[in-house]
């Protein structure tokens, strides 16, 4: 299994970016998906914060914090087999490494992850 994430960028705030996910080996539409980022300084593993879940790439039930909600939207192509993060109104504290993360059904967490794609927001 393999998921690969791009379309970070360095931005200047207000303006918008998205963010892709493409998996080889799953198919999206099978499990819970998500979108997390790391804020810069956070040790390695540590300091995730949710920025949208869904519930398959079929526009199953989504779910987003208070930080974001209103401002990022999380879509899937099925035919592509890849998840994007439409992040809007972008602020300087959205900078982070955004990953994107698929859970099995059943799975206790998200059992395989992206690397990850740098966004920052200048002010």
């Known amino acids: 299994v393999q998921i690969v994430e791009s379309g970070g960028d360095s931005v200047q705030a207000g303006w918008s970016l998205r963010l892709s996910c493409a998996a080889s080996?799953?198919?999206?539409?099978?499990?819970?998906v998500g979108w997390f980022r790391q804020a810069p300084g956070a040790a390695p593993g540590k300091g995730y914060e949710?920025?949208?879940?869904?519930?398959?790439?079929?526009?199953?039930?989504?779910y987003y914090p208070e930080s974001v909600k209103g401002r990022f939207s999380v879509s899937g192509d099925s035919a592509k087999n890849t998840l994007y993060l439409q992040m809007n109104s972008l602020k300087p504290e959205d900078t982070a490494v955004y990953h994107c993360?698929?859970?099995?059904?059943?799975?206790?967490?998200?059992?395989?992850w992206g690397r990850g794609t740098q966004v920052t927001v200048s002010s």
């Open positions: 993360a698929a859970q099995q059904v059943g799975a206790s967490g998200y059992n395989y």
């Open positions: 080996g799953l198919t999206f539409g099978y499990y819970t």
């Open positions: 949710t920025v949208a879940e869904m519930s398959g790439v079929s526009d199953g039930t989504t």
